[in-house]
């Protein structure tokens, strides 16, 4: 970022597929302990946005670290991990702050699922609003027996095919904190769209958007 220039890599002698490495010499890197947002402080970290103290105060704290916007962990081996953005995390009733796109990322290995999002701010639990990936699914219902010739609208709204999109989301997310974990989904005909107001031309989902026009639906799996 041009805030703080390049602050870790992973070097090939200490290489960990997924994580932003470790930080280079003479560079600090910290997870923030109120809500695992990344923290940089070193020669790197800009002095401040040209004639705008206001905004430099907002990103750059009294002891000089750089807030990133980026939520994350670092292991066991001081390798750091991006998870999301700060911006997109929500809290449970509960007081649980979820990170929705490290949750949906394991959705996604879900050959059943097309386009998941991750719900449940304000709520109880964790849910998902999930497009299916329509043939795939179908496939399935055949191999199970389940009657697959009904509308989309019908087949979301079929308990057996919930249950089916629903235990592998229940799977992929076990190992994850038990307020992180799916426990149940609600399926959806069609995919968001940038027409429908539900994405950024870049393809992101709105997730106030989705939360205001799925209310209901959120309550159903989540509790309100």
Not at 79 to 92: A, C, E, M, Q, S
Not at 114 to 131: D, E, F, N
Not at 183 to 205: A, N
Request: charged residues 30%; hydrophobic residues 35%; negative net charge.
């Amino acid at each position: 970022m041009t805030e703080a220039c390049v602050a870790s890599a992973n070097r090939p002698e200490d290489n960990k597929v997924g994580s932003i490495g470790v930080p280079f010499d003479g560079i600090e890197m910290k997870i923030a302990e109120s809500d695992g947002e990344i923290l940089i402080r070193g020669p790197n970290v800009m002095l401040g946005y040209y004639n705008n103290p206001d905004e430099t105060a907002k990103v750059v704290d009294a002891d000089g670290y750089y807030h990133t916007g980026d939520v994350g962990y670092k292991d066991k081996d001081g390798h750091f991990y991006v998870t999301d953005r700060l911006k997109d995390l929500f809290k449970l009733s509960n007081g649980k702050y979820v990170a929705p796109l490290q949750v949906e990322s394991l959705l996604k290995q879900s050959p059943l699922v097309s386009q998941p999002v991750v719900v449940g701010s304000g709520r109880k639990q964790v849910g998902a609003l999930i497009v299916p990936e329509w043939e795939a699914l179908k496939e399935l219902l055949k191999e199970e027996g389940i009657a697959s010739n009904g509308s989309r609208e019908e087949l979301c709204e079929n308990p057996q095919v919930v249950k089916l999109v629903q235990r592998d989301a229940v799977e992929l997310t076990r190992e994850l904190n038990d307020y992180e974990r799916v426990k149940r989904v609600y399926l959806l005909p069609r995919e968001f769209s940038i027409d429908k107001g539900e994405m950024t031309p870049t393809l992101k989902i709105k997730r106030s958007v989705i939360d205001e026009k799925y209310e209901e639906a959120i309550d159903e799996i989540c509790g309100s």
